[in-house]
T-cell receptor, first 112, second 110 residues
Framework: NAGVTQTPKFQVLKTGQSMTLQCAQD?????MYWYRQDPGMGLRLIYY???????DKGEVPNGYNVSRLNKREFSLRLESAAPSQTSVYFC???????????FGSGTRLTVV | RKEVEQDPGPFNVPEGATVAFNCTYS??????FFWYRQDCRKEPKLLMS???SGNEDGRFTAQLNRASQYISLLIRDSKLSDSATYLC???????????FGKGTRLSVIA
């Protein structure tokens, strides 16, 4: 089925470990996004990529890096995980222009 | 002031009730507006766009008041399946990313 695929779905890391969250979409969308969602905080934008070859910081970029590998894939890397990065991470994609985001099913990350 | 503010709820309503949510936004230049729905432990999904003229989709009506900078969502004849968190979403300008409110939780009770 067409959509946004995120891997892994669940992950437990120890403080200081690194990992990459993967995201791929098969809808030929230009724009892709990484959000984190914490209780009481709502969805907060980490990084986004308006088009292949470009990336920009969002509201909470510290501690993260991203790579827009090609039009389909947008990965999020935690170089040295911290307990404050325990969260649910959502990847989304959209055509250029506002509104219709398609989200992946999320990655539940716990840093201990 | 937060960019998008919503009452977090929860709103607990009986089946068949009418319930309304409001949301305010701070950027008067914001260009487009949406309601997303998020079920427990699931991803957000677009529910409907919000237009100045108001728009209706079945039991759901969304309205925008640009002068007062608020957006509303009305749900008529609530169903158990309407239980979810409703996210108010604003596009500040052009191709900038959407800004999400923290959501309003609705529980429809039998």
């Amino acid at each position: 089925n067409a959509g946004v695929t995120q891997t892994p779905k669940f992950q437990v890391l120890k403080t200081g470990q690194s990992m990459t969250l993967q995201c791929a979409q098969d809808m030929n969308h230009n724009s892709m996004y990484w959000y984190r969602q914490d209780p009481g905080m709502g969805l907060r934008l980490i990084y986004y990529s308006a088009s292949e070859g470009t990336t920009d910081k969002g509201e909470v970029p510290n501690g993260y890096n991203v790579s827009r590998l090609n039009k389909r894939e947008f990965s999020l890397r935690l170089e040295s995980a911290a307990p404050s990065q325990t969260s649910v991470y959502f990847c989304a994609s959209s055509e250029s222009g506002p509104g219709r985001y398609t989200f992946g099913s999320g990655t539940r990350l716990t840093v201990v | 002031r937060k960019e998008v503010e919503q009452d977090p709820g929860p709103f607990n309503v009986p089946e068949g009730a009418t319930v309304a949510f409001n949301c305010t936004y701070s950027n008067s230049a914001s260009q487009s507006f949406f309601w997303y729905r998020q079920d427990c432990r699931k991803e957000p999904k677009l529910l409907m766009s919000v237009y100045s003229s108001g728009n209706e989709d079945g039991r759901f009506t969304a309205q925008l008041n640009r002068a007062s900078q608020y957006i509303s969502l009305l749900i008529r004849d609530s169903k158990l399946s309407d239980s979810a968190t409703y996210l108010c979403v604003v596009n500040p300008a052009g191709n900038t990313p959407l800004v999400f409110g923290k959501g309003t939780r609705l529980s429809v009770i039998a």
